[in-house]
């Protein structure tokens, strides 16, 4: 039971524009959400998080926007940069409880 | 800035042997997680531990344990491991005070231990 889906397993987008990635979730107890980048033979990295009593927050280049009445979180980043180019999940969890439940990911590739 | 330590980084073992990967959090970390990334999947949580006591526990085989030391250093200790324990096995820390303006610890991941079983 997949609870939090990113449905496009890949993406390109020119540097310069806007990329945007998005993620869905079902479980309703989700109250705060993560995006995580990761690069081959690295870890997640954290990039940017959302709290559920929040539609949006931003940091430089990226944004984050939630819809709790559709269940949807979407990442916004521009410009796009050739170092953006990684694999990002998107990321859950409930209040009171650590774990993160993640996504399975949409590659990123950014052409220069 | 020091990161989250895992070793080792590659690992082969035959089916039915057993393995130990290591975890060494980032300095005053307090919680460490650990998660496994099957091929094409996202990572999915195993266990926590907070304070060297098991504060969570999701999809963990039992012939999978794990403990958390008095330095706050985890190993995760596989047994009769099988074909399908290949995967990618992350460490995460947090520490108790968390992020500004947050109630909730972000974790940071470790580069992660990529287990063979042949």
């Known amino acids: 039971d997949q609870q939090v889906k990113q449905n496009s397993p890949s993406l390109s987008v020119q540097e310069g524009r806007i990329s945007i990635l998005n993620c869905d979730y079902t479980n309703s107890m989700f109250d705060y959400f993560l995006w995580y980048k990761k690069y081959p033979a690295e870890g997640p990295t954290f990039l940017i998080s959302i709290s559920s009593i929040k539609d949006k927050n931003e940091d430089g280049r990226f944004t984050v926007f939630l819809n709790k009445s559709a269940k949807h979180l979407s990442l916004h980043i521009v410009p796009s940069q050739p170092g953006d180019s990684a694999v990002y999940f998107c990321?859950?969890?409930?209040?009171?409880?650590?774990?993160?439940?993640f996504g399975t990911g949409t590659r990123l590739t950014i052409i220069p | 800035a020091a990161g989250v330590i895992q070793s080792p980084r590659h690992l082969i073992k035959e089916k039915r042997e057993t393995a130990t990967l290591k975890c060494y959090p980032i300095?005053?970390?307090?919680?460490v997680y650990w998660y496994q990334q099957g091929p094409g999947q996202d990572p999915q949580f195993l266990i926590s531990?907070?304070?060297?006591?098991?504060?969570d526990k999701g999809s963990i085989p039992d012939r999978f344990s794990a403990q958390q030391f008095s330095d706050y250093h985890s190993e995760l200790n596989m047994s009769s491991l099988e074909l399908g324990d290949s995967a990618l096995y992350f460490c995460?820390?947090?520490?108790?005070?968390?992020?500004?303006?947050?109630?909730?610890?972000?974790?940071?991941f470790g580069p992660g231990t990529r287990l063979t079983v042949l």
């Open positions: 990321a859950a969890r409930r209040f009171g409880n650590e774990k993160l439940t």
């Open positions: 300095p005053r970390h307090d919680t």
């Open positions: 995460a820390s947090s520490s108790p005070g968390g992020v500004a303006g947050s109630s909730y610890n972000e974790q940071f």
């Open positions: 531990f907070y304070e060297k006591m098991q504060s």
